[in-house]
């Protein structure tokens, strides 16, 4: 069983930055579709970044050019890095983890909220 633990949430101010990562457990990391959804009040969740095992991106057009996903394979964790955030982006942010092909397993986190406010 894959837990998946977010951290770096908090309160930020418009144009400000935050980091959240992603700790994984688990031996099935390295061969995972990692991404990082939000889910604002009232909102659906959405999708925000994703990341193949290969590093190829995906992005939601709101945060592209000021949001950055990368992963360390070594360290089996995902990062989310946010600059130039906006009030918008306030949510709570869910690390997620999903298998392709064959062998499919998914994992959720628990949320960490970001919060960006003046």
């Known amino acids: 069983q894959v837990q998946l633990v977010e951290s770096g949430g908090g309160l930020v101010q418009p144009g400000g930055s935050l980091r959240l990562s992603c700790a994984a457990s688990g031996s099935i990391f390295s061969i995972a579709t990692m991404g990082w959804y939000r889910q604002a009040p009232g909102k659906q969740r959405e999708l925000v970044a994703r990341i193949t095992r290969g590093g190829s991106t995906n992005y939601a057009d709101s945060v592209k050019g000021r949001f950055a996903i990368s992963r360390d394979n070594a360290k089996n964790t995902v990062y989310l890095q946010m600059s130039s955030l906006k009030l918008e982006d306030t949510a709570v942010y869910y690390c997620?983890?999903?298998?392709?092909?064959?062998?499919?397993?998914?994992?959720w986190g628990q949320g960490t909220q970001v919060t960006v406010s003046s």
């Open positions: 997620n983890l999903v298998t392709q092909g064959a062998f499919f397993y998914e994992a």
